[in-house]
């Protein structure tokens, strides 16, 4: 599985980015979607995830501000940032999950940086 994200770059406080993550290769099988992120100094910490029977989970500093979404249709998993602010600054994972018979499979991007800053 191969994942490619984009969408990062820098915005000023209150902005909004939307983050794209496109899979590629033996998808089959891949159940969760989600993101992660790494400021510096920090360890990496879920943004958000979701499943496929729709479930979504979102870490508590970025919920009501931060959405995420899918388009099966071209393997894709999306995050709206909005209301950004200077502590969203980080490189963000796009992370894909194949879980399931007591194992799970976990694929990484390369990570895109987001910057909040004035």
């Known amino acids: 599985v191969q994942l490619q994200a984009s969408g990062g770059g820098l915005v000023q406080p209150g902005g909004s980015l939307r983050l794209s993550c496109a899979a590629s290769?033996?998808?089959?099988?891949?159940?969760?979607m989600g993101w992660y992120r790494q400021a510096p100094g920090k360890q990496r910490e879920l943004v958000a995830d979701?499943?496929?029977?729709?479930?979504?989970d979102y870490g508590d500093s970025v919920k009501d501000r931060f959405a995420i979404s899918t388009d099966n249709a071209k393997n894709t998993v999306y995050l709206q940032m909005n209301s950004l602010k200077p502590e969203d600054t980080a490189v963000y994972y796009c992370?894909?999950?194949?879980?399931?018979?007591?194992?799970?499979?976990?694929?990484w991007g390369q990570g895109t940086l987001v910057t909040v800053s004035s």
């Open positions: 992370n894909m999950k194949r879980v399931g018979f007591g194992r799970t499979y976990e694929f």
């Open positions: 290769g033996s998808i089959s099988g891949i159940n969760v």
């Open positions: 979701i499943g496929s029977g729709g479930s979504r």
